[in-house]
Antibody, heavy 117, light 108 residues
């Protein structure tokens, strides 16, 4: 059974960089059938797609976040990562990682990241 | 970028009733890559339907996806108590993914 687990700081200061890692177990991140993605959800609001990455390193980003986002992949350690720079309070959200095939079937449990000084 | 608009924002129904949720796209979803998710409080979304009308593994057949072009529908034929949640549609493609703003299905 595939499992995804987000990890990283729960509190980030304004203007700093948010960094999260998604560790994949029970399957290979190098599986050519799938993309790996990040999605976020501000408290009480809807889902926002952040971006996807393929095992080869090809990335696709939400145009509204593209200037601040970097998603990378480490196939040796079976994990992928998110960096979001110059954060503000508007970036406070639950951040999910997920596997994209036809839709996102497997999700992590999500991790709340709060942007506050 | 395709923008998805869901309606209604809130739907109040009773168990046993039929629910019809709509998702409109700003341009034609030619690829057919349209999914529906269910989300309950404190949990990650759960994939219900992909490719407009294919049920994901383990999803009961009371959930049905339909539509084409710019208009899509999720129908829940007979509401069970566990179906009351928030539902999102999503367009997915090679380089662009968007979610609708969600429909909250609440108990009347």
């Amino acid at each position: 059974q595939l499992q995804l687990q987000e990890s990283g700081p729960g509190l980030v200061k304004p203007s700093e960089t948010l960094s999260l890692t998604c560790t994949v177990s029970g399957g290979s991140i190098s599986d050519t059938r799938y993309y790996w993605g990040w999605i976020r959800q501000p408290p009480g609001k809807g889902l926002e797609w952040i971006g996807n990455i393929y095992y080869s390193g090809s990335t696709y980003y939400n145009p509204s976040l593209k200037s601040r986002v970097i998603i990378s992949i480490d196939t040796s350690n079976n994990h992928f990562s998110l960096k979001l720079s110059s954060v503000t309070a508007a970036d406070t959200a639950v951040y999910y990682c997920a596997r994209q095939g036809s839709g996102y079937y497997y999700w992590g449990q999500g991790t709340l990241v709060t942007v506050s000084s | 970028e395709i923008v998805l608009t869901q309606s209604p924002a809130t739907l109040s129904l009773s168990p046993g009733e039929r629910a019809t949720l709509s998702c409109g796209a700003s341009q034609s979803v030619i690829s057919g890559y349209l999914a529906w998710y269910q989300q309950k409080p404190g949990l990650a979304p759960r994939l219900l339907i992909y490719d407009i009308s294919t049920r994901a593994t383990g999803i009961p057949d009371r959930f049905r996806g339909s539509g084409s072009g710019t208009d899509f529908t999720l129908t829940i034929s007979r509401l069970e108590p566990e179906d009351f949640a928030v539902y999102y549609c999503q367009h997915y493609g090679t380089s662009s993914y968007t979610f609708g703003q969600g429909t909250k299905l609440e108990i009347k």
